[in-house]
């Protein structure tokens, strides 16, 4: 049961929207070796629990994540190179499991999202921020480098020139000038984030599981493969969904009039 001074904290709603939550709102939410070791446990759970058909992903005290606790972290490992390899694999792991989770996760930005904040962030399927959010690397400013994304998730996202500027700049972008750079998929005025979340995360909880999780990995193995592996992956996906019971009761309920019921398989 999750308690009010977890610093992560889990929460399942009725229609499946499963909210992990960020709690260290002290510190804006940095990430503490506690808080990275539950982040992984809590993508775990998450990734196994039947009830929970959409992840989304907030922070406490309205701010996301401010990076890493500069203090707990990378302070003491500095110029240690085998305590500050484990920090960025432990991170890079924790944040992959989040991007090959074969649900639809969704960070859920206020306040800032930067250097560790930010490599979860774009972990995420998609984005929602609010308007005045802050978001950006960020590492460079403190002469430091993000191991656990930036470099071979940003640029998929918004291209090689933008991904430098963000990079060997560190400006930081509102929410709604990542709308503009595809950082983010939408943004809303605080006082509307919560209806956004729930209208975003609405048409994914009616929709078949299984074919979300198939899909989702086709997409993801797709971005680093030639057209004829492209071809392939997406040929022999197709066959997977349409001999699934999901897709039998899709087609099925179209055919009877009725609502779907899926079973995930």
Not at 4 to 14: F, T
Not at 18 to 46: F, G, Y
Not at 168 to 188: F, I, P, Q, R, Y
Request: charged fraction near 25%.
């Amino acid at each position: 049961m999750t308690k009010e001074n977890d610093v992560i904290q889990y929460e399942l709603a009725e229609n499946g929207i499963c909210t992990i939550w960020l709690n260290r709102p002290h510190k804006r939410n940095c990430v503490s070796p506690q808080l990275l070791m539950e982040l992984e446990a809590a993508v775990d759970r998450a990734a196994s629990d039947p009830k929970a058909l959409v992840v989304v992903f907030r922070g406490r005290g309205n701010t996301f994540c401010s990076g890493a606790d500069l203090d707990q972290l990378v302070g003491p490992v500095l110029g240690e190179s085998k305590t500050s390899l484990r920090l960025a694999e432990d991170s890079a792991r924790t944040y992959d499991k989040v991007f090959n989770m074969g649900k639809p996760t969704i960070a859920a930005v206020e306040g800032y999202a930067v250097a560790g904040g930010f490599e979860l962030m774009i972990s995420c399927d998609f984005c929602l921020a609010s308007d005045d959010a802050q978001i950006g690397d960020f590492h460079i400013r403190r002469a430091l480098f993000g191991g656990a994304g930036p470099i071979y998730r940003l640029p998929r996202y918004i291209g090689i020139r933008k991904s430098k500027e963000l990079m060997l700049t560190g400006k930081l972008l509102t929410g709604k000038e990542c709308v503009e750079w595809d950082l983010a998929n939408a943004s809303a005025p605080a006082d509307g984030f919560d209806e956004l979340i729930q209208e975003f995360c609405e048409p994914m909880l009616n929709l078949s599981p299984f074919c979300m999780w198939a899909t989702k990995k086709a997409v993801n193995r797709g971005l680093d493969a030639d057209t004829d592996s492209l071809i392939t992956l997406e040929t022999m996906t197709c066959n997977v969904v349409h001999h699934s019971e999901d897709a039998k009761e899709g087609v099925s309920a179209f055919l009877e009039k009725r609502k779907p019921v899926w079973t995930g398989k």
